[in-house]
């Protein structure tokens, strides 16, 4: 596809090393990664494998020890704390495993939530009925099971309408029955919005439904698979 | 504040209601004092100084058995003199519906300085004839403009035509003669007349009315004013040095001097008080926030990975306990102005006559409201700073545990010899060090607080029976007229078996230093007691005079040092040493033996008589040597009608306190347990039992709360000294405070607390193991 061949994010020798006290752990180190536009990719790899850590700092919510980031032809690691702020308020969506909602507002506030970003966002009703939860509007999360939950995260992500979607295990909580839901919501804003998705993970099942698999391991990227003939999020199996 | 963040803190603000509340109505009651003292001190304040300036208060007045115009315009030529006017003024009687009441005279040539302020009918002018009359009297008694009036002036019966309903400076504060303990307004009343419709042959003047030229003609007197008003006192002095002269400044006048100490009375209150619940409310506004913040340390994090920017989040978070204190102080503020503050307000109302009278809201309010909302707001900032600085990825991930043992004393033989609650609990106190500290502040604040409010009851209760009983037992005090021969006082002593005194207010002066006040001297007898600063009966000094400590401390005397004073009625001053102090609960000043008095050729020309046996009260009005009849019930009864606004203040004061100690408890104890959820889930799991976990959740509670008792017993009895010590400077109080408020705070305090923690362990039982273990981080 055209839009597949321009460049959306860029990872050149990216290294990341943790210090606390006198200890000193490298997360990562030297990654270099091109995700293309409304790819869906998929981070694979063992617990403690660096792959979240790879996560954050493409979403700008981790800061590079030594390399370099762009996303979009713009050098992201140059970003000041606000701009960072900026460009992750306007660009980036962000699903985590444990939903992250606000626990005192209610579905379709946590959506409107985004609006206070000063964004143009979709009306929120639209957000939750693309999810299929706009009967659950008036709920708190609370109310709501896990895979509900996880679809209201989903809708405040994508009500923003991003260029990039960044997933943290996002069945990670779920059962196999309504992460099959998640994630076919998440493939769908890769094939029908044209939205750029990426997505941690340590299940080895999810690389098949996806455009490009990272394999990360011991902080480094051991392989980048292109996968031809992806699958349908639905027919997966696990 | 974006609408769904501010749905998200009001929800959450339901959520923590109970810390909340706590924080709410900390504020609420620190303003609610404040504002109910400070409106009526401001208004009154502002409103006397309004009609100080309109009518040109005087400066000062000059008193004695006759005054010429001679004297008067010596007194005109003195340099730092802009104004002089004589004065007249007796006591008479005005008939009214057949009944004779008590009217004061003044009898006036010019009406420039203490103007009359006209509120019906015309102004004062040289030689118009007629009478101008107290406003309260005339209103009670139904006397308009125009009326017909029949009077009596030094036995002289005469008629006026009212020309003016009105009211004068001179007379904020009016008792009319000394039968009246405090003022009856409208009971008896007070009128000016030219001089020249005086009804006898020879009006002779007693007074002068001084206006000076560089004092102001303001309430509050600056220190230049002070100094410019004894100098012209001095001057005065020097030029009648023959005559039998009282200056009196303009500090000392009956109307200023009560107004002026009500309002330092009630400053006291207003500053002490309202200090302490803003303490408080800072302590919770750091306790529930931290805990809140880390509560929300992943929704925050969400926060800042959604791109809300850092200053977004801080002004959320930070509206919190803006918004509760704010809408505390704000309410607190309008309930204290019309309870506590109207019902004070209503009070002075009954003894203060001035035009002006109101309730004013001073700016000072709304500074001191927003101090504490800006205090709020930076502690409130301390408490989400760390986290916040952090980055998004760091806050979203779990905090670390605080690595700490339990400091050195597990390096010591001891700690093999404690037991496992105890090791837990050292450990824990040594992690959690911010947590253990706020409690003992709390804790202490609270006690302090107690201790105060209740001591402050038992001295102002106290100073009844320490007055009436333990100084001067006697049942009957009798008041001489000036002038009075001894003969007549002794014979009055022998027949009623009675102590005489010699009590007179005068000028007391120490190089610089002057002031205003009671020189005792005491003849033999057993009805007049004094005590020194402990409490215990003394003996005055053979030769030398003791000072009361109020005044010590106010002229900054020291034991040895030479006073001297001046006896009305007397050309020359007495100088005498001090050789001991004692306490005293009004009339401050210095107090003699008789026999010292006369050493020094001092005249005792007793004008009090103490006994034990009835007086009668007619003698008031059948005999002229006897100007008052007074029993020790009527005093008690004047006294509690004087302090029923202070009385009232400090029952509200209590109320709170007691309820402001239950909110603090029950806040710091939840907090604490909510603290420790995990950890007491993490033992059950182990198989402690729930008994053994209470205790070792009491354990550290009872050592915090013992620990907050104790400091605040001793900084609440260092904060009652101060609050009564500034209270007024006339008043003074023996601080040697009985068990009782001790106990009470003890109660409130620690044993609140102790049962509060108590009930809330009691939650030990019924915790869901997995939800506290499953939802803290």
Not at chain 2, 9 to 37: G, H, P, S, T, Y
Request: proline share 3%.
């Amino acid at each position: 596809m055209e839009e597949n061949t321009n460049i959306l994010i860029k990872l050149n020798s990216v290294g990341k090393i943790y210090r606390t006290g006198q200890i000193v752990y490298e997360a990562l180190h030297d990654v270099n990664v091109e995700i293309m536009e409304g790819e869906l990719v998929v981070i694979l790899g063992p617990s403690g494998s660096g792959k979240s850590t790879l996560l954050n700092m493409v979403g700008g919510l981790d800061a590079a020890t030594s390399g370099h980031i762009y996303f979009g032809g713009e050098e992201i690691t140059a970003f000041d704390d606000r701009r960072l702020g900026q460009f992750r308020a306007k660009d980036v969506g962000i699903i985590f495993q444990f939903y992250n909602l606000v626990p005192s507002l209610t579905a379709y506030e946590n959506v409107d939530l985004m609006r206070d970003l000063g964004m143009d966002i979709m009306d929120p009703l639209d957000a939750l009925d693309l999810v299929g939860l706009k009967s659950k509007k008036d709920n708190f999360p609370s109310q709501m099971s896990g895979g509900q939950q996880q679809r209201i995260a989903i809708a405040r992500a994508i009500a923003k309408r991003p260029r990039l979607l960044l997933c943290d295990e996002p069945t990670g909580a779920l059962d196999t029955n309504t992460g099959r839901e998640v994630l076919k919501l998440l493939q769908d804003q890769s094939r029908v919005e044209g939205r750029t998705v990426v997505m941690v993970t340590h299940n080895s099942l999810f690389a098949e439904i996806a455009d490009k698999v990272i394999l990360v391991k011991n902080g480094t990227v051991e392989e980048v698979v292109v996968n031809d003939t992806p699958k349908d999020a639905l027919e997966l199996n696990w | 504040m974006s609408k769904n963040l501010g749905i998200k803190l009001i929800r959450d603000l339901k959520e923590n209601a109970v810390q909340f509340l706590a924080i709410f109505l900390m504020c609420f009651f620190a303003m609610f004092i404040m504002e109910a003292l400070d409106c009526v001190v401001t208004g009154l304040g502002n409103s006397v100084d309004e009609y100080y300036t309109l009518t040109n208060f005087m400066d000062m007045s000059v008193s004695a058995a006759r005054f010429s115009r001679e004297d008067l315009s010596l007194i005109q030529n003195l340099p730092s003199v802009k104004k002089a006017e004589l004065r007249y003024t007796t006591n008479g009687k005005i008939k009214i519906n057949g009944e004779e009441l008590k009217l004061e005279f003044n009898f006036i040539e010019a009406n420039e300085i203490s103007k009359m302020h006209i509120h019906k009918g015309v102004p004062y002018e040289k030689d118009r004839h007629g009478i101008w009359i107290d406003r309260y009297f005339a209103e009670k008694h139904g006397i308009d403009v125009g009326a017909n009036v029949s009077l009596i002036c030094d036995t002289i019966a005469f008629d006026e035509t009212v020309m003016g309903i009105m009211e004068n400076p001179d007379h904020v504060y009016f008792t009319i003669d000394e039968t009246y303990i405090e003022p009856e307004i409208g009971e008896y009343g007070y009128a000016f007349l030219d001089s020249g419709d005086y009804p006898g042959q020879d009006l002779h003047f007693d007074s002068i009315y001084i206006d000076l030229k560089n004092v102001s003609n303001q309430f509050e007197l600056t220190d230049t004013d002070k100094k410019e008003i004894e100098q012209a006192k001095a001057d005065i002095q020097d030029l009648f040095t023959d005559a039998n002269i009282t200056c009196v400044s303009k500090k000392d006048e009956g109307g200023h001097n009560a107004v002026h100490s009500d309002i330092d009375s009630n400053e006291t209150l207003e500053i002490v008080f309202p200090f302490l619940f803003i303490s408080i409310a800072l302590l919770g506004i750091v306790s529930t926030m931290t805990r809140m913040v880390l509560k929300q340390r992943t929704i925050i994090g969400t926060f800042k990975a959604l791109g809300f920017s850092k200053e977004t989040v801080f002004i959320h978070y930070i509206t919190y306990s803006v918004f509760v204190c704010l809408m505390g102080c704000v309410l607190g503020a309008i309930a204290g102005w019309y309870s506590l503050g109207q019902y004070v307000f209503d009070v002075y109302k009954g003894y203060y006559c001035h035009p002006f009278g109101r309730m004013e809201l001073s700016p000072r309010i709304g500074i001191i409201t927003t101090a504490v909302t800006v205090m709020s707001g930076l502690t409130n900032y301390m408490s989400c700073r760390n986290i916040l600085s952090l980055r998004a990825s760091e806050i979203l991930r779990p905090a670390p545990p605080v690595v700490s043992g339990a400091g050195f004393i597990e390096h010591t033989p001891i700690w093999k010899l404690l037991s496992f609650a105890s090791r837990w609990n050292i450990r824990d106190i040594n992690r959690n060090k911010v947590r253990t500290l706020a409690g003992i502040i709390g804790v202490t604040l609270c006690t302090a607080l107690m201790l105060t409010a209740f001591g402050m009851d038992e001295l102002n209760k106290g100073s009844e029976h320490w007055k009436y009983y333990r100084l001067t037992p006697a049942d009957f005090e009798v008041g001489f007229a000036p002038g009075t021969a001894y003969d007549t006082v002794y014979d009055y002593s022998r027949r009623f078996r009675g102590q005489m005194v010699q009590k007179v207010q005068t000028d007391v002066t120490k190089d610089d230093e002057i002031g205003l006040y009671y020189v005792t001297v005491m003849d033999e007898g057993n009805l007049y007691h004094f005590q020194d600063e402990s409490g215990k009966y003394m003996e005055l000094p053979d030769a030398g005079v003791a000072v009361s400590a109020k005044v010590m401390e106010t002229m900054e005397l020291k034991l040895g040092d030479v006073i001297s004073f001046r006896i009305p009625g007397l050309r020359d001053k007495f100088k005498a040493k001090i050789y001991s102090v004692f306490k005293a609960p009004d009339e401050q000043g210095i107090a003699m033996k008789r026999s010292f008095f006369e050493r020094i050729n001092g005249e005792f020309k007793p004008n009090t008589l103490f006994t034990n046996m009835t007086v009668p009260k007619r003698y008031v009005t059948e005999r002229e040597e006897i100007l008052s009849v007074f029993s020790k019930k009527e005093y008690i009864k004047a006294l509690n009608l004087k302090r029923a606004s202070t009385d009232q203040e400090v029952y509200y004061i209590m109320t709170i306190a007691v309820l402001l100690g239950i909110v603090v408890m029950y806040n710091l104890g939840i907090l604490s347990f909510v603290e420790k959820v995990r950890e007491v889930a993490t033992l059950k799991v182990l198989g402690f039992s729930t008994g053994s976990i209470r205790w070792i959740l009491n354990q550290q509670n009872i050592i915090i709360d013992g620990l907050g008792t104790i400091i605040g017993l001793v900084l609440g009895k260092k904060i009652l000294i101060f609050t009564m010590s500034n209270m007024d400077y006339s008043v003074d109080y023996i601080y040697n405070i009985s068990f009782k408020p001790y106990l009470f705070s003890v109660l409130v305090s620690f044993v609140l607390s102790i049962t509060v923690n108590a009930l809330i362990s009691s939650r030990v039982k019924t915790i869901n193991m997995v939800d506290a273990l499953k939802g803290v981080e």
